[in-house]
T-cell receptor
Framework: NAGVTQTPKFQVLKTGQSMTLQCAQD?????MYWYRQDPGMGLRLIYY???????DKGEVPNGYNVSRLNKREFSLRLESAAPSQTSVYFC???????????FGQGTRLTVV | GIQVEQSPPDLILQEGANSTLRCNFS?????LQWFHQNPWGQLINLFY???GTKQNGRLSATTVATERYSLLYISSSQTTDSGVYFC???????????FGTGTRLLVSP
């Protein structure tokens, strides 16, 4: 049981480049989330998807787009990366029945 | 939106000491979880505890939902307990998972 899998684990981008962070879960969870964590800080919600086909903004959505491709996959896209988006990105999924959330290993993104 | 505050923000302990971490939340919630973020950045599930008390080895947690707080107890702390402890709540209605401000724990030998 892999749980929540994020790819890639590390990425360096130049300012203005675009990229997509991938997240997949194999627990048949309905809800999925994307967070960013800046050094020494807590986790801030970027976007979430309460169910397949729906997405909603979190605290810090500017500069990001998301796609809930199917029940398993929830991707985060940076269209034009900026140094302020240097961070560690975490994906999570949550069981609607028990409400318990599980996290991926994180993607460390550096924008230079 | 809901506010989730943790205290203390920083805690330094000698190995073997006990500690209590607190999580206060400003609105009714469907769920509360405690996570440990280890020095390598990995988020580890400790407890799913919307109400009541649970224990797992040296760790235990209590949530009093009616008074909007939760406590995490660490007994006989070890250096491997170092890291950041987060509580997180699921908001009613909007289904967001909102994190607290965190408590950074350092256990020295």
């Amino acid at each position: 049981n892999a749980g929540v899998t994020q790819t890639p684990k590390f990425q360096v981008l130049k300012t203005g480049q675009s990229m997509t962070l991938q997240c997949a879960q194999d627990m048949n969870h309905n809800s999925m989330y994307w967070y960013r964590q800046d050094p020494g800080m807590g986790l801030r919600l970027i976007y979430y998807s309460a169910s397949e086909g729906t997405t909603d903004k979190g605290e810090v959505p500017n500069g990001y787009n998301v796609s809930r491709l199917n029940k398993r996959e929830f991707s985060l896209r940076l269209e034009s990366a900026a140094p302020s988006q240097t961070s560690v990105y975490f994906c999570a999924s949550r069981n609607h029945g028990t409400y318990e959330a599980f996290f991926g290993q994180g993607t460390r993104l550096t924008v230079v | 939106g809901i506010q989730v505050e943790q205290s203390p923000p920083d805690l330094i302990l000698q190995e073997g000491a006990n500690s209590t971490l607190r999580c206060n939340f400003s609105d009714s919630v469907n769920n509360l979880q405690w996570f440990h973020q280890n020095p390598w950045g990995q988020l580890i599930n400790l407890f799913y505890i919307p109400s009541g008390t649970k224990q797992n080895g040296r760790l235990s947690a209590t949530t009093v939902a009616t008074e909007r707080y939760s406590l995490l107890y660490i007994s006989s702390s070890q250096t491997t307990d170092s890291g950041v402890y987060f509580c997180a709540v699921v908001t009613r209605g909007f289904q967001k998972l909102v994190f607290g401000t965190g408590t950074r724990l350092l256990v020295s030998p």
